[in-house]
């Protein structure tokens, strides 16, 4: 047995909802394993120095920043309506949506100073008064904490205010999107003044982090050229560093194998063969270390 407790960093995780698998799938693929069966509360992971607690997701800032949590994983939209003095330190890639404000399909819209002296249900009202304040409309914020999207049909509202991603919950209310508040992804929050231990196990998480997201968005590609024409293809392949060229067994032709950025992919690939690739192999990276 030891006398010493090691030292924890403590996590507060969404127990339930659209953040609750994202948040645990990046912690599984930073290598951090925990289990978060039988509806517990509290967990601790197994090969990492973390301790997890699992939250409604509104709770999660004010949990950081009473320090009964250390970190936690929440949406921008929520620290946006409830600031707090916390830090958000790192952008998460998951959870994406936008803050909009939507309309009954059958009204008529030419811009935001439509609002002007109408109702505007919103579980957001500052978000939503910061916005039209800058915007020098006057409107009537209405807040509910739920069920948004029925209250211009019930009479309750001219307009909403609230959270989308694919738009399909405002379509099957008979609402259209007109305008976007704010956009927002899940972020991961840190309390102020770690102590120095807590604050080297909070670096090897944003470490990891960063190195899953690198990793998410690059592409490992391989092909195979004719040696006249590596110069052309290593110009179209930017590459960590530089791209690494292999001799085949055939003569005269080489293997090149290099980085791409994901969202060129298509268009690499493209330029690629125009320049007399062949046998193009692009495959997924688990982790990347800069
Ligand atoms: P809890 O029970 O933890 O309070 P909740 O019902 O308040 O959960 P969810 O609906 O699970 O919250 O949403 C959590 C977060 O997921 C939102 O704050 C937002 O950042 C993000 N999100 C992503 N897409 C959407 C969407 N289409 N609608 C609502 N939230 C979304
Ligand atoms: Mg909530």
């Known amino acids: 047995m030891s006398f010493f407790r090691v030292m924890k960093l403590k996590l507060a995780l969404q127990r339930s909802g659209r953040l609750a698998s994202g948040s645990t799938e990046l912690l599984h693929k930073c290598g951090i394993r925990f289990s978060n069966g039988m509806g517990k509360l509290r967990t601790e992971a197994v090969d990492f120095p973390l ?83 800058s915007s020098g409309v006057a ?29 399909s919950t405002l379509f099957s209310n008979g609402l259209r999107e007109v305008e976007t508040v704010m956009e927002s992804e899940a972020v991961l929050i840190a309390r102020r003044a770690l102590d120095a231990e807590r604050e080297a196990i909070l670096d090897k998480l944003v470490f990891r ?18 040696e006249g024409k590596v110069n052309e293809i290593i110009a179209i392949l930017p590459g960590m560093k530089s791209p690494t060229v292999v001799q085949l067994a055939e003569p005269g032709w080489v293997s090149v194998h290099s980085v ?31």
């Not at 948004?148 to 609230?162: N, Y």
């Not at 950025?261 to 270390?289: C, H, P, R, T, Y």
């Open 51 to 133: 301790e997890i607690f699992f939250l409604r997701d509104d709770d999660i800032p004010d949990y950081v920043a009473d320090g009964v949590a250390d970190v936690g994983i929440v949406g921008e939209n929520v620290l946006a309506e409830a600031p707090k003095p916390i830090d958000a330190i790192e952008k998460l890639g998951f959870g994406r949506c936008r803050l909009s404000i939507a309309v009954p399909r059958a009204a008529e819209y030419s811009g935001v100073s439509d609002f002007e002296g109408k109702r505007v249900a919103t579980s957001y009202p500052n978000v939503l008064g910061r916005y039209f304040a």
């Open 139 to 167: 409107a009537d914020i209405h807040e509910i904490s739920g069920s948004v999207e029925i209250a211009p049909s019930i009479g309750l509202a001219d307009a909403v205010c609230d959270l989308v991603s694919s738009g």
């Open 209 to 226: 982090i960063r190195s899953v997201s690198a990793a998410s968005s690059n592409r490992y590609i391989l092909l195979n050229a004719p």
């Open 260 to 290: 791409i950025a994901e969202q060129d992919f298509w268009e690499v690939v493209d330029n690629l063969k125009m320049a007399g690739a062949e046998g193009i192999l692009v495959l997924s990276i688990d982790q990347m270390i800069r």
